[in-house]
């Protein structure tokens, strides 16, 4: 055999493998340098609903929000100012028209107090005996203030004490575990119908006797709302001291109130019949002094209906 066939046959052959050709792999945002145009056939650019281009930061552009678009609307525009000038004159015409159901400026005069106001009150009224002088105080047939006159009757004490009353009660039926809040709401509306039957009874009294007197209804309110200051005193005396230390200072409550009523009530009803130039002795005085008596004697008595069964 030929030198060479024994050579190649006794080598094997070796097989010749293809190549392997590396593909370049177009980055994102990088063009292919051999494609001559771009591509827009990918779904970012096909047709109107593509997305928008990203911002500068890398984030998407924010579009506008609808509460944008609505206030852009001229027709929005134009309703929010009309609701607008039906708002302002809704509100003039509850401020000119609020003084007829509620008398916010009266209300104002009724809590225009100040502390030393309030000290000489409850002062007068636990001690009424030595005030002297009870006429109310007027500057251009106006009353001043009361924070200026301690005679007159304001709306702070008596609202404040009926505030305490009623918390004093709810204290002492807790410590006789008899608290609920049905007892203590009837607590509170009882006392609030006595005072209202009060003012409606001395009104309907007035009416009858034909008093013409300076008296308001707010006075009337203002003075009978001055008991809730004895009735904290003996509620909170009987907690502390039993029922001995209630009936004491009750009872010292109640002459005083009686006193101050009376001083007080005299002013505003008999002096108007002395202005009048009605005599004193005669029958419709008469009857303005028992009116004066009667409405003095309801205050101790209803002092004591609305708190004895508190103290045992």
């Not at 050579?7 to 177009?26: E, M």
């Not at 003996?234 to 907690?239: D, Q, R, Y």
């Amino acid at each position: 055999m030929h030198p060479a066939g024994l050579a190649a046959a006794g080598t094997p052959r070796q097989r010749k493998w293809p190549s392997k050709r590396r593909i370049p792999v177009s980055q994102p945002g990088m063009a292919d340098p051999h494609q001559l145009f771009d591509d827009t056939s990918s779904a970012q650019s096909r047709g109107y609903g593509a997305q928008r281009a990203p911002s500068g930061l890398g984030y998407p552009a924010a579009s506008a929000s609808p509460q944008a678009a609505f206030l852009a609307d001229p027709v929005s525009n134009m309703a929010m100012a009309y609701g607008s000038s039906l708002a302002a004159q809704g509100k003039e015409l509850v401020d000119k028209n609020i003084d007829r159901f509620i008398p916010v400026t009266k209300l104002k005069y009724y809590f225009a107090v100040d502390t030393m106001y309030v000290g000489k009150k409850l002062g007068l009224l636990f001690f009424p005996y030595l005030h002297q002088d009870w006429e109310v105080q007027y500057q251009q047939d106006t009353p001043v203030a009361p924070r200026f006159d301690v005679n007159a009757p304001d709306l702070y004490i008596p609202a404040m004490a009926f505030i305490t009353y009623v918390l004093v009660a709810g204290l002492a039926l807790g410590t006789q575990d008899r608290f609920s809040p049905d007892l203590l709401g009837l607590q509170a509306s009882s006392a609030l119908a006595w005072l209202t039957l009060e003012v409606l009874a001395i009104l309907l009294s007035l009416y009858l006797v034909t008093v013409n007197t300076d008296l308001t209804t707010i006075d009337l309110v203002a003075f009978l709302g001055y008991k809730y200051v004895g009735m904290i005193g003996g509620v909170l005396m009987g907690l502390l001291f039993g029922k001995i230390g209630y009936y004491v200072v009750l009872g010292w409550c109640c002459v005083s109130i009686f006193v101050f009523m009376i001083r007080t009530l005299r002013l505003k009803i008999l002096a108007e019949a002395a202005a009048e130039g009605v005599p004193v002795r005669g029958a419709r005085n008469q009857l303005r002094m028992y009116l004066t008596m009667a409405v003095a004697a309801a205050q101790p008595l209803l002092m004591y209906w609305l708190t004895f069964h508190l103290v045992r």
